[in-house]
């Protein structure tokens, strides 16, 4: 049941005088609901939230994101304390590529005689990472493999269709991992067309991780931060229609209040049923009950593992030193 606008303040008033006892800052996705976002110290998508940490004064970071993304923080900022609202948060990404399943394809691909390195989406786990040449994120896939010897294959996981994107950007050929985003890949092409059709002067801004199918309709392929800043560059009022999830159109309203955002639906895989708004469900765990709980109890709180070691190297390199 929602909860009324003065319970919502008062919740939103006892989260930030626990954030002060605490020594606290709230990093958030934009994918999480707008009163978190509107809360929170820093907003951003996964790169920015990634290099934000670092500058963090706070012994405490209180991470309204996923699993991933809060135990990322903790490989950048290994002497602070990292919270996370719900254990539970995972990533359909993350869960389609283990440690152990990534070592056995490298091991095939060594043995077949390819002499590759690993390019690792930032959707996966620290012992992903750890295997890792490279960490990328959306909004510098492109960039890191443009850069990497030409005389070298790339094994890209664990998106295959970000994956695919990056191949035709840059004109490498990549093996691809066959994960996918529980969110992107279920937006509907026939939704999309009709909306087009009601609104025939829209622009259509699309997440790499979307289907081909999906991205051959789009006037502007970007992840987040990339969506924010094309919408902040039209000066002139459009109608948009936003293929990622939908509480993206949050920042992009708060940013670019000039134009229209239109959602467009997905379908359902399992079920047929048509989503409105279709919204990540791990994103979606974290609510503002679940930071003022996580910050009263200061748990659950990422603990530094063996393997954060080898990733730190990775991600330090990555997403720091380029
Ligand atoms: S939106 Fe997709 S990629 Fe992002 S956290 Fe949710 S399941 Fe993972």
Request: net charge negative.
């Amino acid at each position: 049941m929602a909860e009324s606008p003065a319970n919502t303040q008062a919740l939103v008033e006892e989260i930030k005088q626990l954030k002060e006892e605490q020594d606290a800052v709230i990093l958030a996705h934009y994918y999480v609901d707008a009163q978190i976002q509107d809360l929170a110290d820093l907003t951003g998508d996964s790169l920015k939230l990634a290099r934000d940490a670092v500058q963090v004064q706070r012994s405490t970071i209180v991470f309204a994101g996923v699993h991933f993304m809060a135990e990322t923080a903790k490989i950048l900022n290994p002497e602070k304390r990292v919270l996370l609202p719900s254990l539970e948060a995972g990533c359909s990404l993350a869960e389609s590529c283990t440690a152990e399943q990534l070592a056995a394809k490298q091991e095939e691909l060594r043995r077949q005689g390819h002499d590759f390195v690993t390019v690792t989406y930032v959707n996966t786990t620290a012992e992903v990472k750890a295997l890792s040449d490279w960490v990328v994120t959306s909004s510098n896939a492109v960039d890191v493999v443009r850069r990497i010897d030409p005389k070298k294959k790339i094994l890209f996981v664990p998106d295959q269709h970000l994956g695919r994107y990056v191949m035709q950007e840059t004109k490498r050929e990549m093996f691809l991992w066959p994960g996918s985003c529980i969110v992107h890949e279920i937006f509907s092409l026939q939704h999309l067309a009709k909306l087009k059709e009601q609104h025939p002067n829209a622009l259509v801004i699309a997440h790499p991780e979307c289907p081909k199918s999906i991205l051959d309709q789009a006037d502007m392929i970007g992840g987040t931060e990339k969506m924010r800043r094309f919408v902040m560059s039209l000066t002139e009022p459009k109608t948009i229609l936003v293929v990622t999830d939908a509480n993206m159109i949050h920042p992009l309203q708060k940013h670019a209040p000039q134009h229209q955002y239109v959602p467009v639906p997905g379908v359902s895989a399992e079920t047929g049923a048509l989503c409105e708004l279709n919204r990540c469900p791990h994103m979606g765990l974290n609510t503002l009950e679940s930071i003022r709980d996580c910050l009263k109890r200061g748990a659950p709180e990422i603990q530094w593992q063996p393997c954060f070691e080898a990733a730190q190297k990775v991600v330090v390199r990555s997403f720091l030193e380029h």
